[in-house]
């Protein structure tokens, strides 16, 4: 069975950084293409940030570019999200999903910027 | 304002068919294959339909998805209190490099 859980969430001030996991098991993580995707409260789904299954190439939203950083670590098994220059806008829950079409997703971690 | 467009609501009563709109362009919709996703309250998304009409083993054969040009649809007919929940389309957009959702579409069961 597909499981990804994700962690690291938390209250951070606006300005600070975080750094989202998500913990993959029950299929061969090296071989996906995996994606952040976060839902601020009340609101829909908004795509972060994807990285190919090696690693070597990641895309991002233009909301985030330049202050989210995506990573993965193939031998465990485990994708990151290193959130800088956080903002009040960035307030939202955010889940990993696996594939090119987000067949599998976590149950998502709640980030909050404020002060 | 997201780039796919999506009714905010819909509604049905039990038994009915119900369908739900997705309008984009010609860069996204136009040119990539369109998924569907269910969500309750409270829970992550889930895979509904996947190039634009397939459905992900577990899926009940009462969803349906369908695409033509710039805009997808998905049905659900026999319609059941279980499907009370939020939908939203999602494909790839080539011009934004990145996938875009829409904005999600509150369906009510009457």
């Known amino acids: 069975e597909v499981q990804l859980v994700e962690s690291g969430g938390g209250l951070i001030q606006p300005g600070g950084s975080l750094r989202l996991s998500c913990a993959a098991s029950?299929?061969?993580?090296?071989?996906?293409?995996m994606h952040w995707v976060r839902q601020a409260p009340g609101k829909g789904l908004e795509w972060v940030s994807r990285?190919?299954?090696?690693?070597?190439?990641?895309t991002y939203a233009d909301s985030v570019k330049g202050r989210f950083t995506i990573s993965r670590d193939n031998a465990k098994n485990t994708l990151y999200l290193q959130m800088d220059s956080l903002r009040a806008e960035d307030t939202a829950v955010y889940y990993c999903?696996?594939?090119?079409?987000?067949?599998?997703w976590g149950q998502g971690t709640l980030v909050t910027v404020s002060s | 304002q997201s780039v796919l467009t999506q009714p905010p609501s819909a509604s049905g009563t039990p038994g009915q068919r119900v369908t739900i709109s997705c309008s984009g362009s010609?860069?996204?919709?136009?040119?990539?294959?369109v998924n569907w996703y269910q969500q309750f309250p409270g829970t992550a998304p889930k895979l509904l339909i996947y190039?634009?009409?397939q459905r992900p083993s577990g899926v009940p054969d009462r969803f349906s998805g369908s695409k033509s040009g710039t805009s997808a649809s998905l049905a659900i007919s026999g319609l059941q209190s279980e499907d009370e929940a939020d939908y939203y389309c999602?494909?790839?957009?080539?011009?934004?490099?990145?996938?875009?959702f829409g904005g999600g579409t509150k369906l009510t069961v009457l």
């Open positions: 999903t696996r594939g090119g079409g987000h067949s599998d």
């Open positions: 029950g299929f061969t993580f090296r071989s996906y293409l």
């Open positions: 990285i190919i299954s090696d690693g070597s190439s990641a």
């Open positions: 010609s860069s996204n919709i136009g040119s990539n294959t």
């Open positions: 190039s634009n009409n």
């Open positions: 999602a494909t790839w957009s080539d011009s934004l490099n990145g996938w875009v």
